[in-house]
């Protein structure tokens, strides 16, 4: 059986704004977080200027747990670009993050068995530091 | 409302060349011959062009003025968005001419993929702050993005790879009769699931082609219409837009879990309908976007050909089919086998449906739906007829 790895590292360039690099600097301190409205307690995700229910510009940075369930996932066998075959299988997945008010992350779930991968399985984050002040956040099976 | 004021007069194309192989011809030529083709169908002038409607962020209207001869240009504009808007172009270039801005207004859609190929487009996005929350994913592409939807599409209605090899192979037996068809040897059920899952549970043949190409309308008023070399093909109703729950969708993936698994048509669907005051049971044929088959489906749940869910049992009762099906669909082989140019080869079937001089031609057939990409917000239909 095939261990989902992790996608090619160079296909990721940060960049933020001054609404998400909070978020991005909490990721390289390995915490989780979610913007959260200050004036109706809606999450949003990624962070953004206005509050889509109240157009409101406050937010609290609400820190996660990191627990999560896989939403929808794929799985990713061919090279597309030159250098993806040794990234081979990875398996990009959408995660619903517990205590987000239903928020969805776009990330990778990796060290799991392909076969064992189910809509519903519960997930933890896991860090990988790319460079010095630069992690992305991705989950691996968690047992409970 | 824009209903029957307006008419497609003009059709024009130049061959849908494989991926990269149409060069040394530029981009701008490419598009130059498919609306000279096009003005020539109309028996129009080059030199009575004075609008383009575009989608996608169109073409550079200034060049294809000087390098056309177009003496005055009255309206130029374009739809924001991606292929989503290929057919609610043709309906941006009726609002022109209802308004009484232009007259004889072009639409075109083209591509050319040298180094870059669509199918990993947006690992060549420039790092921005949007784009940082699904670069690290490894989402390289459409394809990747389309099959988490088309996985939890899967999840909540049992739709199967059984529907979607059904999508493939009805496309494919259409492109077969289709001299300008990419890929005419014919797929069997066998074939489908030999392929290499690109993005499990997406397999190559889910996946539409890359063409080089362009193609071109000319879009006029209805009393103009009249007195031009081609039968009209009226317009009836071209929207364009799409709700705040789908947005930027596959580069988003927080949409309500009711519109998740969708093509994000639903709001323009029926408005389209209202607009033209017909029902999906009015529909002959449609060409419906399908850069994936999975979201074939998931527009003949939108667009209330079925019930929401319901689209892998529609297709795999053969409705789709050219002989026998109930609405045929994407009866040129569409963007899966026949050729894609972002969309408009789905105009241009629709238009040739309702000339009735299409390869494949459905009988009787009196009304057309064609669909934009679903993508990001503004997505679009059309509605024409004859």
């Known amino acids: 059986m095939a261990i989902a790895k992790r996608p090619p590292p160079e296909l990721f360039k940060l960049a933020t704004n001054a609404w998400t690099k909070p978020y991005w600097d909490a990721v390289a301190r390995h915490s989780l977080v979610v913007a959260q409205c200050t004036g109706c307690g809606t999450c949003r995700m990624p962070p953004t200027p206005f509050c889509p229910t109240c157009q409101s510009q406050q937010i609290d940075w609400r820190t996660l747990s990191g627990l999560g369930e896989i939403y929808s996932y794929i799985i990713v066998e061919r090279a597309i670009l030159p250098g993806m075959t040794e990234h081979l299988p990875y398996v990009p997945a959408v995660i619903t993050l517990e205590g987000g008010g239903g928020v969805r992350l776009i990330s990778n779930v990796v060290d799991v068995e392909l076969a064992d991968l189910f809509i519903g399985m519960k997930v933890m984050v896991v860090w990988d530091d790319l460079a010095e002040g630069v992690a992305v956040p991705r989950f691996a099976p968690w047992a409970g | ?386």
């Open chain 2, 1 to 386: 409302m824009i209903t029957d004021k307006t008419a497609i007069v003009g059709l024009g194309a130049t061959p849908y060349y494989k991926r990269g192989t149409s060069t040394p011809q530029t981009l701008e030529e490419l598009v130059g011959k498919s609306i000279l083709a096009a003005v020539h169908d109309a028996g129009l002038k080059v030199q009575d062009i004075d609008g383009f409607a575009y989608f996608a962020g169109g073409f550079d209207t200034a060049l294809l003025a000087e390098t056309l001869g177009i003496p005055e240009i009255r309206f130029s504009a374009t739809l924001t968005g991606t292929g989503g808007g290929s057919a609610g172009a043709i309906g941006l270039a009726s609002a022109a001419i209802v308004s009484g801005q232009a007259e004889v207004v072009v639409c075109v859609g083209a591509n050319q993929q040298g180094a870059q190929r669509f199918g990993s487009i947006t690992s060549a996005y420039p790092a921005t702050p949007e784009n940082a929350f699904f670069s690290a994913a490894g989402l390289v592409g459409p394809g990747h993005m389309f099959a988490l939807l088309a996985r939890r599409h899967m999840h909540l209605y049992g739709t199967t790879r059984e529907d979607f090899a059904e999508v493939a192979m009805s496309t494919r037996a259409n492109a077969v009769t289709n001299p300008n068809a990419t890929l005419r040897q014919p797929m069997s059920r066998e074939d489908y699931f030999k392929a290499p899952m690109l993005a499990d549970p997406h397999c190559l043949y889910d996946f539409c082609l890359e063409n080089d190409g362009a193609v071109a309308v000319i879009v006029t008023s209805a009393q103009r219409a009249r007195d031009l070399r081609q039968t009209p093909v009226r317009i009836l109703a071209g929207c364009h837009g799409g709700s705040r729950d789908w947005g930027r969708s596959i580069y988003w993936m927080n949409m309500p879990d009711e519109s998740f698994a969708s093509s994000g048509h639903a709001a323009v669907a029926k408005r389209l309908f209202a607009a033209a005051g017909v029902d999906p049971k009015d529909i002959d044929v449609a060409q419906i976007y399908d850069h994936f088959t999975s979201q074939v489906i998931m527009q003949l749940e939108d667009y209330g050909f079925c019930e929401k869910g319901e689209g892998g049992p529609f297709v795999r009762s053969g409705a789709i089919r050219l002989h026998g099906g109930r609405l045929p669909v994407n009866t040129d082989g569409g963007q899966l086998s026949c050729g894609y140019v972002w969309g408009m080869t789905h105009v241009r079937e629709a238009v040739e449906q309702l000339r009735g001089v299409a390869v494949n031609q459905v009988e009787d057939a009196r009304l057309a739906l064609v669909t934009g990409g679903p993508s990001i917000i503004p997505v679009s239909g059309l509605i024409l007829a004859n």
